[in-house]
């Protein structure tokens, strides 16, 4: 079947969207691609079509396993066999797997970069007839990009075990420097590149300075009874928003990381059925959201970049349908992104120390290189040595990407506690201890939903704002749960910590420290900018954002807050110039208005209207004007 056929049988379409078609082409000439197409422009057409037209199976590499399991269970609906492969397969499920794939008569495979570490999956690719290699989320693997993934490096492995089948690279946000890197590190071979303007003509832009978020957030709903996202930057805001939303009489759920995959399932379906027209959500809530209809994005917290941005912001109106983009944003914001963000940046020398002190931690020798995994304790190794969570977070991740050490996913889990007695029980409760009081108090003011569920806390945060130490807050829990009080699940302290390399102290770091200080520096970089965008109040928005990703326009949307903002001011000067054309000219025509201020009839008569309905120009019975 020819690329139409197939785009009319499967999807309903009778024609492609600006650049799909020639994207499909390339890939079908076997060229290796890379195609940069804002959010919503339908980027998974351009391997889903190509992959259907030739023999064989296409091979998709895409970093989230919620989005791999979206695809798979879009394409069966459609009649189109997929698989993709479990995260806790065992090798004889894989063997199967694979064997399916075989006879099965499937079109798609989806498997994540990690992996591709396995020799096991290499050897079994090679056996399965590939037509074509897709790696979506492109931009994952250059460190410029803003969700940089060390196990993205591990893609161009597939080139060496399938040399010959041409690879797509796709991806919804690169600034120029990030698309170099993609066809380097996926070694793309004379790459034809494929870049559509980021402009969408029916997003409004819209950053508004509020002191009152919730308030504004509620006149939003008014004006607005639509499919909506709230991002917000934390998994308890979701929750505390969602909750605030559903007391003002709107329907809203939330979503975030920590959430089941049953929960994030409900959640996602209750609002794409619009049983609930507004969900409250951390950037988790991202790639492969696919809803036509969303009417506003708004960010009640300051998104962590302009990429992440014009993600979030690209998921309003994809059907075409006029839609805001709304950032409601207050000096404290910038303050606390500051602080949040760019203060936990950490810089070489810091890096150094603490990679110098998990050793000591450890007590390993210079030069000595223990191969048996560590059992490490983050939060313990950070109140050792008086270091910042956050910061050390961050650090640790950088040592981690670097190759120096490897780490359990959950090294820096959070504790969780959850009241095993009802509210009324604890107020009548009589406690052992002001200790207690105090921090069950505390506990019932910050957490909210603490009665119905488990909650994740953090006892150092938990500390620091009681003015005592985390040991003293980790007892007084374990005795509250000694008494029924709780249930306490402490952060496990047996989390693995293997180092990879000898200890060589700043040689180490030394060695990779060009790429880490291109890192931070980028890190930095981007978070200014964001601040810029979100300060720069003279430029139209849509040409900042254009600008910031290499389209060079001088064209102004008519529709960001910015643009608003100039109209309503050149509105204020042409009234007051026809006030002082009047005081010159005593009574005046509408014709002889417009001669002499050189602007178009229904602008004037708009103003002219205006004027009079606020008694500042009166008109004759010959329809002439004067100062009233």
Known sequence: MLPKEILQKYWGHHSFRNSQEEIIDAVLCKKDVVALLPTGAGKSLCYQIPALVNEGICLVISPLISLMKDQTEQLEKKGIKALTIKSNATTDEIVS??????????????????????????????????????????????????????????????????????????????????????????????????????????????????????????????????????????????????????????????YHGGMTLNEKSKAFDLWMKEDTLIIVATNAFGMGIDKANVKVVVHLDLPASIENYVQEAGRGGRNGDKSFSVVLQNENDIISYKSNTIENIPTIKEIKEVHQKLYQYFQIARGEHIQEPFDFNFLAFCSLYKLAHKKTTNIFQILKKNGIVALHPKFNQKSSILFTISSRQLINYNFNSNLSEKLINFLMRSYGGVFQKEIKINEFDIAKKMQLNSISIREELKKLEESNILCYNEAGSHQELLFLVPREDDITINSVSKTIQNYLTQQIKKSEELISFINNNSICRNIQLLNYFGEDTKTTCQICDVCISEKKNNSKDLSQKIIAVLKKQKETSQEEIIALLNTDEKTILIHLRYLLSIDSIGITTNNKFFIS
């Open 97 to 254: 797997l694979f064997d399916n794939l075989k006879f099965g008569r499937y079109k798609f495979l989806y498997i994540s970069p990690e992996r591709l570490q396995s020799e096991l999956i290499l050897q079994k690719i090679k056996e399965i007839s590939i037509n074509l290699i897709a790696v979506d989320e492109a931009h994952c693997i250059s460190e410029w990009g803003h969700d940089f993934k060390p196990s993205y490096r591990l893609i161009n492995k597939i080139r060496e075990v399938l040399p010959q089948i041409n690879i797509i690279a796709l991806t919804a946000t690169a600034t120029k420097k990030v698309i170099v890197d993609i066809v380097e590190n996926l070694s793309l071979k004379n790459a034809s590149i494929f870049k559509k303007s980021f402009y969408r003509k029916n997003l409004a832009y819209q950053i508004h300075r509020s002191e009152n978020k919730l308030g504004r957030l509620e006149q939003i709903f008014k004006k607005n009874p639509f499919p909506t996202i709230v991002y917000v930057n934390s998994r308890k805001k979701t929750e505390d928003i969602s909750n605030f939303i559903n007391t003002k009489g709107y329907s809203s759920t939330f």
